[in-house]
């Protein structure tokens, strides 16, 4: 994910201003990188959750805009979380280590960086996929 200068507000414009967006990965690094990015596209983070359980609390007590998902949390999935943000047509973003077969069949329509992604990739996808239309 190193790869690029650092995100500058100014240069890129901050797109996703305002918007609330849930970060749920289990990678501390990555979680942080993509925390970075976010909040240099003018997004808040809605915290950033290693477990499917404390992301789905926090959906309840926060109105979420958008989400960055690991799709595999030390053995757990985040297929649930998933559930209740389509429910709200709350975009989604999987980012995820895993072959694209890993995820079933019925959520392989959702956008997905596969790990390692780099920055430019990760602005784009958030930019798209968060972007407002």
Known sequence: MHDQSPI?????????SGMK?????????IA???EEMIAALGAEIV???????DALEAVERESVAGAVLDVQLDGAT???LVD??????C???????GAPESIPENYRQLPRLSKPF??????????LIFGRR
């Open 91 to 97: 975009p989604i973003l999987f980012v995820t280590g």
């Open 47 to 53: 915290g950033s959750f290693s477990r499917v359980t």
């Open 84 to 89: 209740v943000l389509l429910g709200r047509n």
């Open 32 to 34: 942080m990188e993509v």
């Open 8 to 16: 500058h507000p100014d240069d890129q414009g901050q797109p996703l």
């Open 78 to 80: 985040t297929l649930s």
């Open 21 to 29: 967006i849930l970060v749920v990965e289990d990678e501390a690094l």
């Open 118 to 127: 780099n920055q430019v990739d990760f602005v784009r996808s958030a930019k």
